[in-house]
């Protein structure tokens, strides 16, 4: 069964500074594997995916994720934080089969100005 | 991508008492998946509804608790029975559009009292 874990609880960066959210995985196949920003009392928004081809994905919001298959990570970038970026995201993995997604405890993002 | 709508986006419910949460989908899908958000905690899968069969449930829900139905390919109910004050969460579902990703409601947000 796969799992997730993304180490950090809370991250707190100036505004204008790089992010980097840290997302680690467990799956025996090719996973297929997800970012989501959730906004207080707001759902899901997908942020990126990646399923296969370039390791290097591309999202919204000026986002970004690298998939590293040997070290079993996929983490979110951003080279230049905004305020509006405050929120808790989620890093999620799901099969090729269509299957339930797995979703990591989340990373509450707080942006200081 | 979809747009999917539920309902009640939220409600205060007396304990001992039930609820049902609708979720519509504006395209048809075969998979659609609820899950729970408890305050200040990840999503966690409750069940799978498939069009046609029995909702496949995850370790720790059952279908007396949470019967689901799945009349169309383009809808489902989830209901919380008999209700008490753990219950209070945030209930989502979600579908699987392959290529696009997980799609969610943007929830229901449930307070037991």
């Known amino acids: 069964a796969q799992s997730v874990t993304q180490p950090d609880i809370h991250i707190t960066v100036s505004e204008g500074a790089s992010l980097e959210l840290r997302c680690n995985y467990s799956?025996?196949?090719?996973?297929?594997l997800f970012w989501y920003v959730q906004s207080p009392g707001q759902g899901l928004q997908l942020l990126l995916k990646?399923?296969?081809?370039?390791?290097l994905v591309q999202g919204i919001k000026g986002f970004e994720a690298e998939f590293k298959r040997s070290q079993s990570s996929f983490n979110l970038r951003k080279p230049s934080v905004h305020w509006s970026d405050a929120a808790e995201y989620f890093c999620?993995?799901?099969?090729?089969?269509?299957?339930?997604?797995?979703f990591g405890a989340g990373t509450i993002l707080r942006v200081k100005s | 991508s979809a747009v999917i709508s539920q309902k009640p986006s939220r409600d205060i419910c007396q304990r001992g008492t039930s609820l049902t949460i609708q979720c519509q989908v504006d395209?048809?899908?075969?998979?659609m998946f609820w899950y729970r958000q408890q305050p200040g905690q990840s999503l966690t899968l409750i069940a799978t509804?498939?069009?046609?069969?029995?909702?496949?449930?995850e370790s720790g829900f059952v279908i007396d608790k949470f019967p689901i139905s799945r009349p169309n390919l383009t809808f489902s109910t989830l209901t919380v029975s008999n209700m008490s004050p753990e219950d209070s969460s945030i209930y989502l579902c979600?579908?699987?559009?392959?290529?696009?990703?997980?799609?969610f409601g943007s929830g229901t947000r449930l307070t037991v009292v």
């Open positions: 509804a498939n069009q046609g069969s029995e909702a496949t449930y």
């Open positions: 799956y025996g196949a090719t996973p297929y």
């Open positions: 979600s579908v699987d559009l392959r290529v696009a990703g997980y799609t």
């Open positions: 990646y399923f296969s081809g370039d390791t």
């Open positions: 395209s048809q899908v075969t998979m």
């Open positions: 999620a993995v799901g099969d090729s089969e269509g299957n339930k997604l797995v």
